[in-house]
């Protein structure tokens, strides 16, 4: 037998349907996705030991301390600055009052204060700038202004007389 051709055939309405529930379906999707990360971008934690400063567009807004906090999700960022204490070792050659070379090692405890750590990012950005442009060269001139009035001798019997000076040198600048 021979089969005829079916006599409905569907309207436009009809044939739409199917696209129509895909978009939807795409577009609840998508929705999804942005209202998802809208309300995952809006909050960040703190580690104990740091400080967060809240930079809007790049640029350094306020600071908070550990914790869980909100922020304006795809306009704030967030940049740690570590307040523990850190140690800072430089491996220097000196030469001592009658131009003797000594090789030394000296190191430095320093911190950020937290009330001041948003100062320090907006001037040097970060700890490892701060170290390499400010504090790595004034403990490098300190030590060596200290160590060059020592004679080799007194260097070695007078340890501790150099270390407080090197302080003293360090505090000045």
Same mark, same amino acid.
């Given at each position: 037998?021979? %089969? ?12 739409? @349907?199917?696209?129509?529930?895909i978009?939807?379906l795409v577009g609840?999707a ?7 990360s ?7 934690t ?7 400063v809240?930079?809007?567009f790049? *640029?350094?807004?306020? %600071? *908070? ?11 704030d ?8 204490t850190?140690?800072?070792? $430089? ?7 009658? %131009? ?5 090692v ?10 001041s750590a ?24 300190a030590?060596?202004a200290? @160590?060059?009035?020592?004679?080799? $001798?007194? +260097?070695?019997r ?6 407080t000076?090197?302080?003293?040198? +360090?505090s000045?600048q």
């Amino acid at each position: 037998p021979l %089969q005829s051709e079916p006599t409905h055939k569907p309207d436009w309405k009809e044939s739409m @349907i199917k696209p129509r529930v895909i978009a939807y379906l795409v577009g609840g999707a998508v929705l999804s996705v942005v209202v998802t990360s809208l309300i995952l971008g809006s909050f960040y934690t703190v580690e104990e030991g740091h400080v967060a400063v809240v930079k809007r567009f790049g *640029e350094a807004q306020y %600071q *908070e301390g550990p914790g869980l906090h909100f922020k304006a999700p795809f306009v704030d960022t967030i940049e740690e600055i570590e307040v523990r204490t850190r140690k800072n070792t $430089e491996k220097l050659s000196a030469a001592t009052d009658e %131009q003797m070379p000594v090789s030394i090692v000296v190191s430095v405890n320093w911190t950020v204060a937290k009330v001041s750590a948003i100062d320090l990012f907006k001037e040097y950005g970060s700890l490892e700038q701060f170290e390499s442009r400010i504090l790595d060269p004034r403990l490098k001139s300190a030590t060596k202004a200290a @160590i060059s009035k020592y004679t080799a $001798e007194n +260097l070695i019997r007078n340890r501790n007389l150099a270390v407080t000076e090197i302080i003293e040198n +360090l505090s000045k600048q």
